[in-house]
T-cell receptor, first 113, second 113 residues
Framework: GDSVTQMEGPVTLSEEAFLTINCTYTATGYPSLFWYVQYPGEGLQLLLK?????DKGSNKGFEATYRKETTSFHLEKGSVQVSDSAVYFCALTPRAAGNKLTFGGGTRVLVKP | DGGITQSPKYLFRKEGQNVTLSCEQN?????MYWYRQDPGQGLRLIYY???????QKGDIAEGYSVSREKKESFPLTVTSAQKNPTAFYLC????????????FGQGTRLTVV
């Protein structure tokens, strides 16, 4: 079945540092890929997405590129802020309609001033 | 504003009791989902529904039940058969089309006392 593997946290950074969170997936066909963010005590918010190979999703300074050859969708941000402290989830959904999301285990990021 | 509303935000249940978590959406989405999140872990799918009056089991459906009598509503009942119900429950919805992103509610934290 489909699966998503992302690096375990917590990841602790200083403000303005570079952030990378690795995400790899296993799926049949060509799924759509997503990054979601969860702030403490809240639900998940869509951060960015990519629907086909070589697409780059971007939002709020975060970027991720759909790499079919390495089945990866790593999340990056060039200069993090304290407000970026959250849990980040990589997810996929198969291309066919009506399919549900499969999530990775989440990566907690803590940015210190 | 359109969105997904989960209630209550916090819920306490005595052992042996059934409880129902509410999820309502006004996004006109066809599909709705229930996920369970345990501390430090990813999301696991409990049940999902793609159309009214139809739903399917997810990966961890045992001890839970749902109904989908209206497009806007997808309540989740945690029954006494669920051995370890203390968790954070998230409801989501999406358009029924190829590779949609899901929109999440703010979650309900259920604690067994």
């Amino acid at each position: 079945g489909d699966s998503v593997t992302q690096m375990e946290g917590p990841v602790t950074l200083s403000e303005e540092a570079f952030l990378t969170i690795n995400c790899t997936y296993t799926a049949t066909g060509y799924p759509s890929l997503f990054w979601y963010v969860q702030y403490p005590g809240e639900g998940l918010q869509l951060l960015l997405k990519a629907t086909k190979a070589d697409d780059k999703g971007s939002n709020k300074g975060f970027e991720a590129t759909y790499r079919k050859e390495t089945t990866s969708f790593h999340l990056e941000k060039g200069s993090v802020q304290v407000s970026d402290s959250a849990v980040y989830f990589c997810a996929l959904t198969p291309r066919a309609a009506g399919n549900k999301l499969t999530f990775g285990g989440g990566t907690r990021v803590l940015v210190k001033p | 504003d359109g969105g997904i509303t989960q209630s209550p935000k916090y819920l306490f249940r005595k052992e042996g009791q059934n409880v129902t978590l509410s999820c309502e959406q006004n996004l006109n989405h066809d599909a709705m989902y229930w996920y369970r999140q345990d501390p430090g872990q990813g999301l696991r799918l409990i049940y999902y529904s793609q159309i009214v009056n139809d739903f399917q089991k997810g990966d961890i459906a045992e001890g839970y039940s749902v109904s989908r009598e209206k497009k806007e509503s997808f309540p989740l009942t945690v029954t006494s058969a669920q051995k370890n119900p203390t968790a954070f429950y998230l409801c989501a919805s999406s358009i029924y089309r190829e590779a949609p992103e899901a929109f999440f509610g703010q979650g309900t934290r259920l604690t067994v006392v």
